[in-house]
């Protein structure tokens, strides 16, 4: 079953300007991590956060993790057109052992206008 | 550096008919493998994975089916394509976890249309 749900589901914005995606899941995780997808490709790993950090810093990417709230955000700051693709968040369940499972979310389709 | 393959790019296909992804890894050993499906502007459905040689396990029961018949090969199987089939297939490889799950790298997809 999916765990991820992020929100919104599609962001239209100016090129410039931040964009702010939300990720929230159900169980207990052992990290999240974030990945981007331009159509037609494949995914592309941006970020891993742990489940005892609370914000991470990659470039103009910042990522935090409420594990009380069960949720996390991505922020990318000073978009760019090249910027527009699907982000996903994917959850580590905790007790996931030796499998290295992830569940995605359903995404969030980013559109940077020029 | 490690790179992922798998091919084809694109696939058309009768229903009725079998079908073989192929997807293989290079550059790192002992990786745990990953089969999803993403249908159109949908997240990831995990089918498969797989943990070494000839280990598979499967998410989803469904008419397809993988194997691992080397270390850095996974093959995505169907005996009979049906129509809920079409969609693009993702292979993904991690390091071996230890405890917890690692980031994945993700190939080019396969895109399956059945007809």
């Known amino acids: 079953s999916q765990q991820g749900e992020e929100d919104p589901q599609a962001l239209s914005i100016q090129e410039g300007e931040n964009a702010t995606m939300n990720c929230s899941y159900k169980?207990?995780?052992?990290?999240l991590q974030w990945y981007r997808q331009n159509s037609g490709r494949g995914l592309v790993h941006l970020i891993l956060?742990?489940?005892?950090?609370r914000e991470k810093h990659s470039g103009r990417l910042r990522v935090t993790l409420d594990t009380s709230k069960k949720s996390s955000s991505l922020l990318i700051t000073a978009s760019r057109a090249a910027d527009t693709a699907s982000y996903f968040c994917a959850t580590a369940p905790l007790g996931s052992g030796n499998t290295g499972k992830l569940i995605f979310g359903q995404g969030t389709t980013l559109q940077v206008k020029p | 550096s490690q790179t992922i393959h798998q091919w084809p790019a694109t696939l058309v296909q009768p229903v009725g008919s079998p079908l073989s992804l192929e997807c293989t890894v290079e550059g790192t050993s002992n990786p745990n493998l990953y089969w999803y499906r993403q249908a159109a502007g949908r997240g990831l459905q995990l089918l498969f994975y797989s943990v070494g040689i000839g280990q598979i396990s499967s998410e989803v029961p469904q008419n397809l089916s993988a194997s691992r018949p080397q270390d850095r090969q996974f093959i995505l199987s169907s005996k009979k394509l049906l129509l809920s089939d079409s969609g693009f297939y993702l292979c993904a490889w991690s390091e071996a976890p230890t405890g917890t799950s690692y980031e994945q790298y993700f190939g080019p997809g396969t895109r399956l249309t059945v007809t």
């Open positions: 169980t207990s995780i052992n990290n």
């Open positions: 956060i742990r489940s005892n950090e």
